[in-house]
Each structure stands twice: as structure tokens, then as C-alpha cells.
């Protein structure tokens, strides 16, 4: 069986894509980063083997289970 990518996880919890990326403009900004670099974050924080997306759940959204 194939691991659910970070945007099928995301979707399953709730989490829309803007959602998303809006987390990933506030970590490019909170590393002061340029907002331009967001695109970049998402790609990196989704090609990271194992990765659980519990980082930016909502509040309402249960945990993913950890492989």
C-alpha cells in the first residue's frame, strides 16, 4: 500500500490547500524569509519522507497516525 502524500493527509484532516500555504507564507516570514518563498517551503515540508502534517492541524482535526 502506497503513504497518502502531504496534500491527500491535509485534505483528510480538513486543511485546504490556501490553508496551507498561508502556513508555509508565515514560516518563509517567520524566518525572514520573502512571502515568495512559500511555494518552496510547501514543496520542501511535502518531499520529506515520513513527514506528518500535525504541524499545522487545525484545531478540531485528529492527529495523523505516525507510520
Not at 30 to 36: H, K, V
Request: include cysteine; charge should be positive.
Amino acid at each position: 500500500m502506497t503513504r497518502p502524500t502531504l496534500a491527500q493527509q491535509l485534505a483528510r484532516q480538513g486543511i485546504s490547500r490556501r490553508a496551507f500555504l498561508k502556513f508555509c507564507a508565515a514560516t518563509a516570514s517567520m524566518m525572514a524569509l520573502p512571502p515568495t518563498m512559500a511555494p518552496a517551503i510547501a514543496e520542501a515540508w511535502a518531499g520529506v519522507p515520513g513527514r506528518r502534517s500535525s504541524g499545522c492541524r487545525s484545531r478540531n482535526a485528529p492527529a495523523v497516525p505516525s507510520p
